[in-house]
């Protein structure tokens, strides 16, 4: 699954998409496939003031919440990241 969600997240910034908004309620699974929801933040990626207001909290990169102006494909995968970290913890009991 991971690497499903990895080539899906590529797929969009190799070309120039970023997501902004990757969350477990945006990642579904069809006919064995990794999907994204992308009707929400989706934009081209042009470098210049973006919203810094995007990504569910608990997904959003440092960057984000230091509020910066600028920034790339990095909240992505930083996003990519806790959903990973989130979704592969075990419960013991």
């Known amino acids: ?3 499903d969600l990895h080539q899906a997240v ?10 902004r908004d990757i969350k477990p309620a ?3 699974l069809k006919d064995g496939e ?5 009707a929400t933040l989706v934009r081209e990626y042009t470098a210049g003031n973006l919203t810094p207001t995007v990504v569910t909290l608990w997904y959003r990169a440092p960057e984000l919440l230091l509020g910066v102006k ?4 990095a909240v992505d995968m930083w996003a990519v990241g806790c959903v990973m970290a989130g979704t ?3 419960d013991p009991h």
Do not use: A, C, P, Q
């Not at 990794?34 to 992308?38: A, Q, S, T, V």
């Not at 600028?70 to 494909?73: F, L, T």
């Open 1 to 3: 699954m991971f690497r």
């Open 10 to 19: 590529e797929y969009l910034h190799v070309n120039s998409v970023m997501h």
């Open 26 to 28: 945006k990642i579904y």
């Open 34 to 38: 990794i999907k994204l929801d992308y």
């Open 70 to 73: 600028e920034y790339d494909y």
């Open 88 to 90: 592969s913890r075990r």
